[in-house]
């Protein structure tokens, strides 16, 4: 474990070099900066910089004078394409067009200028350096127009896919899964992640915030920004990949366009082999082979198509602009290996629409102020809501309603200091409701052996979430230091209510009776009627100052740090009596957590010839792990627990515990003794618990090569420390009892642990930072990225890398990841969406006659399995019932790589400054078939497919701009 000591000492020693903190916040503004020189080499201060923006937008025009270095810089530019000109007495006038400013990026312009008279100004035909050389900043950058030259995505998921270094949890084909997130890893790391619009947190707050309520669309949005590694700037508390999406400003020219892309059933191709296609035969329930004969396995797109349009332009020329966005998104398909009694394939049914509008005001020649508005509804007719496999009424009626607004102001003061302050407000609801076919008094069917549920789910939910924030920040420029200090508040919470319709889970292998747990929550039929709501909330301050600091024209130094605090409550609330457990009221909960700390983040961009063209990064970041509501539920005494209880098939003689009139539904009089409920109220912290911290440490060379090429070749280590797990100290290790068994269902033998019987029930759960908890990731990006020239662009490369730490600690809200329980074997090992190589790659080719070809693809290692025993009543009666052994080193086994391949052909046709634009994009075109899930249970059902690759699609689609 890095101790304190170390790591300062760390920081320190690359403090020579400096921090990762980009000039332009992560605020979905860029900048450009360069150096005036003359044809010798020597500086020119004193020379006047122009800015413009052809179209006019907000903040394009401005005036500069290059300082004793010869050095200018336009700072906070919104993304667009922008023009300098350099002049002073006694020389030629330069100027350079077309030059691109993206979001958190500084675009490089350095002009030379010959002598001669101011008239006899020249136009600088060559392009800008491609590199940042004053940031360590990685990110990748996909503009609007970017987007719309690949394959169609319609979500954030599958446009990362392209990026390397980028894991996702999902494959999509075509859209296929764009309707539920995708869990995306970044250098390891996936519970760091975070969802901005310009800067400003829009995540969920659900657990420790990382997740997205609020499907930020692509559409709606001039850029799509992904910050993979080095972010780590002192306004910014994740650490994580971070998707920041950059608002669309209007301009003085009124612009606007529509899309359309779809397909039907019957664009899609079946791609199992026969081999596939009898393990998927052989997943079909009884009940539903009964009742259609003919059933045909698969995943058929029965529907899939998205429309938008937008428009931007000016309200007053030069004053005041708009934009609006409108974007709607249908998805029917059918889900492999889901089915219903009546022979039917389960129907994953979705709908989307969001709008986007946002109004810039410049109020005076240089301060701006601008307001933004996202609005999203989003429904999700029959979503999973636990185990692989579901039948339609076991599922969830899913919909959310996030709703964010902002507002944003600028302004200069004097000619040395910008004032920025934005205000965010974000809403959502999150409902998880049950389908209309389930009734009140319906009980939760599960089989442990098949992994599949009927009838209802246990539990239903709804979430309200609430986030105001704050953000302001005061920038001093020097010349050679660009200073910058601010402060940031965040207040969010959420409101939430769960419940069920009988209180119960029927547990059972194979059809036969195993056991039933019984659940804490309301027993209702409807949400509307829920008696009991809880509101976990929670308040963070974080005050920052950072400095880039210019020493030397070839140096950039960032020196950053950030103090932070994060506080979490639960108001007093009471608990009603139910079947299973008595009413009872709680005091408010404060101070969970209660949590301070102070991060430093340092990095260096060296310019290896003062050309702009070959950069040396390095840069060492600690972050605090985002907290958000996850402390304060663990000790939420309504949070939904449920214990376990023995029903199995009766013996002779037996009057209790199992299935007394053989009916294989459980009545309260069948079930044997609870093993205890989890309660909040069970689980505690340690006094001297310490917020838990990751440090990140990256070396990179970067090189322009001719060709407008850039080639990278990087190094991260990605460590966490100080993580957050628990302890039933009220059940000690060496209580447990080894046993000897035969796992029924499998036939392997395996030691199983059983808890004394004197303990049954006990649980005395202490939360504290254990160093059995670190994770370790090591690994390399190699990225080349062709801007584009000749007809064609490129952006591409390989990652290598991997992750470890404890295997159970991806769920460390779940107190089964006990540390004193030895039935937790096999605990270091790879972690997470591990995978130890990928290749990724995306281009675009302009053949003749305004043709179009683009492409994506990628090829990667699979997942590591996870391979276990489930030993439940039907093996051995356990005092704490079922247990789940890993049998095996997590990644012993994998699923086999994932290959895909996406072309995209497209036709441009011009008409009076109209764009008008058919496409055709082929998904998965080589039909690859990859197992991208399995049961990894041993057992009758061991390796059973649960996911494949989807079959090749075919979208057609149309863009019309003007």
């Known amino acids: 474990m890095m101790t304190a000591p170390r790591f300062v000492r760390i920081v320190v020693a690359l403090a020579l070099w400096a921090c990762a903190t980009p000039p332009v916040f992560a605020q979905g503004v860029g900048a450009i900066g360069g150096t005036i020189t003359d044809s010798s080499g020597a500086v020119l201060p004193g020379a006047t910089v122009t800015l413009s923006n052809p179209r006019g937008s907000i903040g394009g025009n401005q005036e500069a004078v290059a300082d004793a270095r010869g050095a200018f810089q336009f700072l906070r530019l919104v993304p667009g394409a922008y023009t300098v000109k350099a002049e002073i007495e006694g020389f030629r006038a330069a100027t350079q067009e077309n030059i691109v400013v993206n979001a958190d990026a500084t675009a490089r312009v350095d002009l030379k200028l010959e002598i001669g008279t101011l008239q006899e100004g020249v136009t600088v035909t060559g392009e800008s350096p491609l590199l940042d050389t004053t940031s360590a900043l990685k990110q990748t950058v996909l503009s609007r127009e970017v987007l719309d030259s690949l394959p169609n995505r319609i979500d954030v998921w599958s446009v990362a896919r392209v990026i390397p270094s980028v894991v996702l949890s999902k494959v999509d084909v075509g859209g296929s899964e764009s309707f539920l997130q995708s869990t995306a890893t970044v250098h390891g790391s996936n519970n760091e992640n975070g969802f901005l619009i310009d800067g400003m947190d829009v995540s969920n707050l659900d657990g420790n915030g990382t997740g997205a309520v609020l499907y930020l669309d692509p559409y709606a949005f001039q850029e799509t920004n992904y910050q993979t590694s080095g972010g780590g700037t002192a306004i910014s508390s994740k650490g994580g990949l971070l998707f920041n999406m950059v608002t669309r400003t209007g301009t003085n020219q009124l612009h606007g366009g529509a899309m359309f892309s779809g397909a039907n059933h019957g664009m899609g191709s079946a791609n199992y082999s026969d081999a596939v296609r009898t393990q998927l035969l052989a997943g079909i329930p009884d009940l539903a082979r009964a009742a259609n004969s003919n059933i045909v396995p698969g995943a058929d797109i029965l529907k899939i198509y998205d429309v938008g349009a937008w428009l931007a332009g000016p309200v007053v020329r030069d004053r005041i602009w708009f934009s609006f966005s409108a974007h709607d998104q249908r998805l029917d398909q059918y889900l492999l290996g889901n089915y219903n009694p009546d022979g039917t394939q389960v129907l994953d049914d979705n709908l989307m629409w969001t709008t986007a509008a946002k109004v810039a005001w410049q109020v005076t020649r240089t301060a701006q102020l601008s307001y933004f508005n996202n609005l999203q509804y989003k429904l999700i007719g029959h979503r999973n809501g636990g185990g692989t496999f579901a039948e339609s009424r076991a599922r969830n009626l899913n919909d959310k309603y996030p709703d964010v607004h902002q507002v944003k102001f600028t302004s200069p003061i004097g000619s040395r200091v910008v004032v920025d302050v934005s205000w965010s407000r974000f809403r959502a609801d999150d ?532």
């Open 431 to 962: 409902m998880f409701g049950q389908e209309p076919e389930v009734q009140a008094g319906d009980i939760s069917h599960f089989d442990a052996v098949t992994n599949a549920y009927t009838v209802a789910l246990p539990t239903y939910r709804d979430n309200a979430m609430f986030r105001d924030q704050v953000l302001t920040s005061v920038g001093y420029f020097t010349g050679r230091h660009d200073i910058r200090f601010g402060y940031q508040f965040i207040d969010g919470g959420e409101k939430s209510s769960n419940w069920s319709t009988s209180g119960m889970r029927a547990v059972y292998r194979n059809g036969r009776p195993d056991s039933v747990n019984t659940y804490n929550v309301p027993i209702t039929s409807t949400s509307t009627r829920i008696p009991v709501a809880f509101e976990p909330w929670a308040r963070d301050h974080g005050v920052f100052i950072q400095d880039k600091w210019t020493p030397t024209r070839k140096l950039t130094l960032n020196l950053g740090l950030r103090f932070e605090t994060t506080y979490g409550w639960l108001p007093a609330t009471c608990r009603p009596s139910t079947t299973f457990v008595e009413g009872q009221c709680f005091p408010e909960i404060t101070g969970a957590p209660d949590f301070k700390g102070i991060v430093p983040r340092v990095s260096a961009v060296y310019d290896v010839f003062g050309d702009g063209k070959t950069a040396v990064k390095v840069s060492a970041s600690r972050y605090d792990q985002p907290i958000t509501l996850s402390n304060v539920q663990r000790v939420n005494p309504l949070g939904t627990v449920n214990d376990t209880r023995a029903w199995t098939v009766c013996a002779a003689g037996q009057t209790s515990g199992c299935d007394l009139n053989g009916d294989l539904i459980p009545q309260l009089n069948e079930l044997g003794v609870s093993t205890g409920f989890a309660f909040g109220t069970n689980n505690r912290y340690a006094a001297n618990l310490k917020w838990p911290v990751s440090n990140e440490y990256n070396i990179e060379v970067q090189r322009q090569i001719p060709g407008n090429v850039v080639v990278s070749v990087g190094y991260t280590r990605r460590e966490t420390r100080r993580n957050i797990g628990v302890k039933n100290v009220a059940v000690p290790l060496e209580s447990y009892i080894p046993l000897q068994v035969t796992e029924a269902n499998s036939g392997r033998q395996v030691t199983v642990y059983n808890q004394s019987p004197a303990l049954r029930g006990k649980t005395d759960y202490l939360w504290n930072n254990y160093s059995d908890f670190d994770t370790n990731f090591n690994g390399t990006d190699i990225t080349v990225t062709k801007r584009l020239s000749n007809r064609w662009s490129m952006n591409g490369g390989a990652s290598f890398g991997k992750t470890v730490g404890d295997i159970y600690a991806t769920s460390t809200n779940n107190a089964q990841v006990d540390l004193n329980n030895p039935n937790n074997a096999f605990r270091p090992g790879v972690i997470g969406n591990d995978v130890p190589w990928s290749y990724r790659m995306s281009g675009v080719y302009e053949l003749p006659y305004h043709v179009s070809l683009s492409g994506t693809a990628q090829y990667y290692q699979g997942f590591p399995d996870t391979t276990t025993v489930s030993v439940g009543n039907n093996t051995v009666a356990l005092t704490q019932g079922t247990q789940t052994l890993t049998v095996e080193p997590r990644g012993a086994t994998r699923l086999p790589p994932v290959k895909s391949l996406d072309v995209s052909v497209r036709k441009n046709w011009k008409i009076a400054g109209k764009s008008f634009e058919p496409r055709i994009d082929l998904y998965n075109l080589t039909n690859d078939a990859a197992v991208l899930g399995r049961i990894t249970q041993l057992g009758p059902t061991y390796l059973r497919i649960s996911n494949i690759q989807r079959g090749r699609l075919i979208k057609l689609g149309v863009n019309v701009e003007f």
